[in-house]
């Protein structure tokens, strides 16, 4: 065991098996998503892994026309942010027509085959 | 510490600028500045360079030292402040900060940019390497997104709808008419910025700054020592700077930065003024959305007001309370790191009485607000005429 906190592999791997992780300060209760080394409410670095309910609301979106390279072939892509149940907030690419977008639409978490980590988040209209 | 003074100011000219490196753009606003001052490169303690990335846009990476090089400094000490989009404002701040902590009696600060050697799609991806990589970057997020979500959420609760914008544009592009340095030179309509292309929906074309190649370039010494140096003096009032997280996502409230409020209180803290001593500003329009959020938080204008007070005028040349009367990123262009020091750059110009065509009447301080990422950074100014 090393002593480094790998907040970032930690939600990767959650990532890749269909989770999302955050972690959780043991001594004051917060919850961070995406995980951070140390508590941004107390400073402490008591902190465990824990899983967070893939739920949440569209806080605000932006269809995208012009990308880099790399997203050429998906252009144009809805990218949106949302605020989880538990109140913390993630960006991901959002797969519903912008039509059907509205601020406070209820969304969950999906996860896009053929990808690895962070990049593999999706929201969609909670069914 | 010491009361620090603007002695000299120099800036290229704005634009496609060809085959030139960012260390001769800075070489050319550096020698500008020296000659306004009345010094020569032997002259220059120590140098700051704001650039965001020569790595990425030239293939040049370690490009401090680049800028005594050209200018013939022998072991002058330079140092490479990177801070996104905020990297100039920062460079100055640093110079600032040093002359006013008695380190060295005449710094300079510098920025550059050199953007146009590559594609718009590449450039787009240089940018967005400002954002966070794991939890934005990844996910296919660009600036122009990322304001575009901030635009979003601004118009859903205070009704700042596309025209308000559009005016933001509209009035850039008509200061810079008389900016001889700005890269366009072109008033616009309404209905051109209205019906240019989307780039992330809802911002378009002319909501966004173009790519530009640049640099600018400052004098900064002593406020005692001022009348040793040819230049006419501008007094530094206040600075700050503050920082928060990478990702957008992670702010609470997405209509606002909380860095530029505290960037702002802290300035005008330091100066012993208020939003309303000040007579005009140069904010950091990268988008559209972007000044109007700016305006607000800097306590210039009521939060959501920002935008109808470019539509009816009141951030207009001859306005209330002008803001970028020298075009702005949006017109003047957005040379990245040269960005921050173009705009204190123009602001000394305005206080000295030496900006042409576009100078306002009876001012005696001007801000400046220069944004890194998407709020991550936030550096401001605070200047005053000089004696
Ligand atoms: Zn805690």
Redesign the pocket.
Known sequence: MDNIMRTVEMYEKAINENKLVGIK?N????VMVPPRPV??????TNLSEVEVEGKGKLVTWTVIHISPPTFMDMAPYTLGIVELTNGERLTGIVNEPPENLYIGLEVEASFAENKEGASRLRWKKTE | MRDVAIIGVGMTKFGQLGRVTSRELIASAAVEAMNDAGVTPKDIEANYVGILSSDFFEHQMHSAPGVPDYLGMHNTPSTRVEAACASGGLSVMHAIMAVAGGFYDTVLATGAEKMTNLPTNHVTEGLAMCADDVYELSLGITFPGAFAMVARAHEAQFGTDAEQRAAVAVKNHKNATKNPLAQYQKEITFEKAMNSIMIADPLRLFDCSPITDGAAAVVVVPWEDRHKYEGQAVKVRGFAQASETMSLHDRTDITSFNTTKIAARNAFKRAGLEPKDIDFAEVHDCFTIAEIVAIEDMGFFKKGEGGKAALNGDTAADGHLPINVSGGLKAKGHPIGATGVAQIVEVSKQLRGTAGERQLSDVEFGMTQNLGGSGSTIVCHILERGD
Do not use: E, W
Request: glycine residues 10%; positive net charge.
């Open positions: 300060c001594d004051c209760s917060r508590c941004r409410n107390c400073y402490g």
